[in-house]
């Protein structure tokens, strides 16, 4: 981690969004005192994480991105555990046990093996189990990593519940942007553990005016002659192939970057869109909707044959790309990145010692 | 870590570590029938074997001088798994719960060397009954009173060990080094126990190999409890020796397996 300063308001869903191994985790895991700052430090509920780590612990709920539960165990007695371990007396412990499983819709599963669950309900029991000492914060790390589209949406539901319901301050790591989108107030773009921009999604989209109109080429080496008319017209802001995933082309387009600062390419933000796809080009277009007739009758007159025409305003995905130079779903997909990933995680570690 | 070791220890934590692992100890059927009769075996299998043939030792059959080294036997297997299974835990990421919550290190081990303690002193004591049904035993009150000292041997005994586990289990990162704790610690501890044979019939550097064990003043002071003989190579202060040993390596083993732990990371 790099000089990571923020603060988060009390009632207030703050979003990490980043990569895997963007440091977010890492984060997590000192503001909870599992770890310890190399310098610096930070107050959680008031109470400084390096002096005071039992009050920090008293303060905050942190449902771990990995399950933690204890699968042997029952629902109920792993929430029972958790409520002898944070020091509940009895009555307080039994009441809270019903109410967090009440929250989460597992009463009717409490007696139940935890090793009979689906993922879905081992989250669920897993955030039940965060907020049964109440919590003043809530740390979810990646709340819905692996869980299919519906159980996501549950989830999602249950988390602006508390927030606005019980008025739990929710600090979550996602690497999905329309996770951020959907749940937080503010989100803080976090890449290579450093905070690139941190901001309302609202206002981050509005950074980048105009419309995106994503072509597909019938034929991907039109690319090259169609780009460059392209270029000079002075209502498309930005231009981009769409990243293809393939090493390759990540790598040249890296060299491409640094041997020609003055190419649109190399003006770190020239890239959008969120699937990969190597016939598409994006362009971030004042006015979107007035110009597509304008581009589709330039592709007839140099006989390039567009498959389709696509407009829509920019997503958070096109943020990312925008702020940070890079596809946040392609992380698998460039060797540069890995190399640089691992070079920055050695030097955490070498800097960051034992926690 | 030193900021750990100075939180003060939270008896409902050490509770509720304690009584996890008896949660899952009962649970775990398998595992218990699997043990006794595993010791079973030895029992029936060698006591009339070796029994036929040796005939006894220290004045007793084979099969009563071999019961109280079965039973050793189980403690230190049970206790010492017990110890490592820190490492379950902190593959299956249930660590992460115990170590984000606002009590010390300090007192999750101590929950969990008492949960392994009372384990494996509970199979000890199953053994010891099926061993009394085997005839290894001749009722009597002394061996009544025997008995009751013996479960408190056992604790003292198992404690060490589950120490000594929990010592190995936070060094460890995968379950690929069992097989060489089991062949490299565990069998010869055993082996050396002195469970199948007195220390006064085997080659001097076997015997010294025998006093380095600590499951051999184990095996002493079980045998002590169980059948009230003990080896003359000891002297008149055998059973002293024998408990301060054994009193000696728990707490070594608590303080090196909770310092372990303490550093582990997770």
């Known amino acids: ?355 | 870590m030193k900021h750990e070791m100075a939180q003060p220890l939270s008896g409902q934590a050490i509770y509720v570590v304690l009584m996890r692992e008896l949660k899952r100890y009962w649970r775990a059927k398998a595992r218990v029938v699997s043990s006794v009769a595993q010791s079973f075996f030895f029992l029936v299998i060698f006591g009339l074997g070796l029994g036929g043939f040796v005939g006894g030792f220290e004045g007793v059959d084979y099969i009563s001088y071999m019961a109280p080294g079965v039973i050793g036997m189980a403690l230190l297997f049970g206790s010492v798994f017990s110890g490592v299974s820190v490492v379950f835990d902190r593959q299956f990421g249930f660590m992460k719960e115990m170590l984000v919550a606002p009590v010390s290190r300090t007192s999750i081990i101590i929950g969990k060397i008492l949960g392994g303690a009372t384990t494996a002193t509970i199979q000890g004591i199953i053994l010891m009954v099926v061993a009394g049904f085997l005839g290894a035993f001749t009722p009597s009150l002394a061996f009544l009173a025997g008995a009751v000292a013996g479960v408190g041997a056992m604790l003292l005994i198992t404690s060490g060990f589950v120490g000594l586990g929990v010592a190995i289990g936070s060094t460890l990162n995968d379950f690929h080094a069992f097989q060489l704790l089991s062949t490299f610690v565990m069998w010869p501890l055993f082996m050396l126990s002195g469970a199948f044979f007195p220390i006064d019939v085997v080659p001097l550097p076997l015997q010294v190999a025998m006093l380095c064990d600590p499951m051999f003043y184990g095996v002493e002071l079980l045998r002590w409890c169980l059948l009230g003989t003990g080896t003359q190579l000891l002297g008149p202060f055998g059973l002293l020796i024998s408990i301060g040993v054994v009193a000696i390596f728990d707490i070594l083993m608590i303080v090196i397996g909770t310092f372990q732990f303490s550093r582990a990371q997770i």
Not at chain 1, 224 to 233: A, D, S, Y
Not at chain 1, 308 to 336: A, H, Q, W, Y
């Open chain 1, 1 to 355: 981690m790099d000089n990571i300063s923020f603060t988060v308001k009390e009632g207030e869903i703050l979003g990490f969004l980043g990569p895997n191994g963007a440091g977010k985790t890492t984060t997590l895991n000192i503001l909870s005192t599992l770890l310890r700052p190399t310098s610096g430090t930070a107050t959680v509920n008031g109470h400084d994480i390096r002096t005071e780590p039992d009050a920090v612990r008293r303060s905050i709920g942190y449902v771990f991105q990995d399950t933690t539960l204890d699968i042997d165990l029952t629902g109920r007695e792993n929430l029972d555990f958790h409520g002898r371990l944070y020091g509940l007396e009895r009555n307080t412990r039994q009441q809270r046990i019903e109410e967090v499983l009440e929250i989460v819709q597992l009463t009717d599963r409490a007696n139940n093996f935890v090793k009979t669950y689906s993922g879905g309900m081992k989250r669920r029991l897993e955030i039940a189990r965060g907020l049964l000492h109440h919590p003043k914060v809530l740390f979810l790390d990646e709340p819905t990593l692996g869980l299919d589209p519906q159980t996501r949406r549950s989830i999602w539901e249950h988390i602006v519940h508390l927030n606005q319901e019980k008025g739990v301050t929710i600090i979550l790591t996602t690497h999905y942007t329309e996770e951020a989108d959907y749940l937080c107030k503010r989100i803080l773009i976090i890449d290579f553990g450093k905070v690139v921009v941190m901001d309302t999604p609202d206002n981050l989209k509005a950074r980048l005016e105009g419309d995106v109109v994503t072509l597909l080429f019938k034929d991907p080496a039109a690319i090259v002659t169609f780009r460059p008319l392209l270029e000079n017209k002075e209502w498309i802001r930005r231009i981009n192939i769409v990243a293809s995933g393939n090493n390759y082309a990540a790598i040249s387009r890296m060299m491409q970057d640094h041997q020609n600062p003055k190419h649109p390419v190399a003006d770190n933000g020239a890239q959008f869109g969120g699937e990969t796809c190597s016939k598409c080009l994006n362009l971030l277009v004042d006015n979107g909707g007035h110009r597509i007739p304008e581009i589709v009758k330039l592709a007839d007159e140099t006989g390039v044959v567009l498959e389709s025409v696509e407009l829509r305003k920019p997503t958070l995905d096109d943020v990312f790309l925008t702020v940070t130079g890079r596809n946040i779903r392609e992380e698998e997909g460039s060797i540069v990145d890995m190399v640089r990933r691992h070079r920055i995680m050695q030097q955490a570690r070498g800097h960051g010692g034992r926690g």
